[in-house]
């Protein structure tokens, strides 16, 4: 237990489909980060926020929207998806960003699209 | 652009002792950290180091020197719980952390 959590664990979408992401962390931190997991690579950070404003933005396609409504929140809203976007997605959280922080993961949302 | 080497898998047995190593080439440096990631599970904090040399702790020491972009991360008195990913990662000059791709570890009775 990290302090971090994720919900769902898992989730099977098609193309079509709306979701999102839910994390929340339980840590008093100030930074948020999502990040996506595939398998034999590297993580990619995809977004970043600090004090609930957004500091970074990978050049994330556009069918993924972050929203971080206080610095204890985050989502990830997904709206039509590729089969390549599926990918363990995990959030982390540290005290701030923009310095030496250790981060804090959630267990992640296997996400699959078909 | 920035790099972050190391193997994709390792074996080792039970009570033995194993290195994983990790190479990086990144546009400045303030750190590496080393992470354990157990199937299906968060990444969990193991160490952070930013200046040369050894930091121990407990079964786990790792290693860094700067000048050669080299750190490893040494396992003793192997335990089957130690089977995981080992994520290596880099604190780049803007304090992003840039990742290692992982090293699955796999340990045999």
């Known amino acids: 237990e990290t302090g971090v959590t994720q919900t769902p664990r898992h989730l099977v979408m098609g193309m079509t489909n709306k979701k999102s992401l839910k994390c929340e962390q339980h840590?008093?931190?100030?930074?948020m980060y999502w990040y996506k997991q595939s398998a034999k690579k590297p993580l990619e950070l995809m977004f970043v926020?600090?004090?609930?404003?957004?500091?970074e933005n990978n050049s994330v396609p556009s069918r993924f929207s972050p929203e971080c409504p206080n610095s204890s929140h985050l989502f990830l809203h997904l709206h039509t998806l590729q089969p390549e976007d599926s990918a363990l997605y995990l959030c982390?959280?540290?005290?701030?960003?923009?310095?030496?922080?250790?981060?804090?993961f959630g267990p992640g949302t296997r996400l699959t699209v078909l | 652009g920035q790099n972050i080497d190391q193997p994709t898998e390792m074996t080792a047995t039970e009570g033995a002792i194993v290195q994983i190593n990790c190479t990086y080439q990144?546009?400045?440096?303030?750190?590496l950290f080393w992470y354990q990631q157990h199937a299906g599970e968060a990444p969990t904090f193991l160490s952070y180091?930013?200046l040369d040399g050894l930091e121990e702790k407990g079964r786990f020491s790792s290693f860094l020197s700067r000048s050669k972009g080299y750190s490893y991360l040494l396992l003793k008195e192997l335990q089957m719980k130690d089977s995981a990913s080992y994520l290596c990662?880099?604190?780049?000059?803007?304090?992003?952390?840039?990742w290692g791709a992982g090293t699955k570890l796999i340990i045999k009775p």
């Open positions: 982390a959280s540290s005290q701030t960003s923009g310095s030496y922080n250790e981060q804090f």
């Open positions: 840590l008093g931190h100030n930074a």
């Open positions: 926020y600090n004090f609930k404003e957004q500091t």
């Open positions: 990144t546009s400045g440096f303030n750190g």
């Open positions: 180091n930013v």
């Open positions: 990662a880099v604190l780049d000059s803007n304090y992003q952390l840039i």
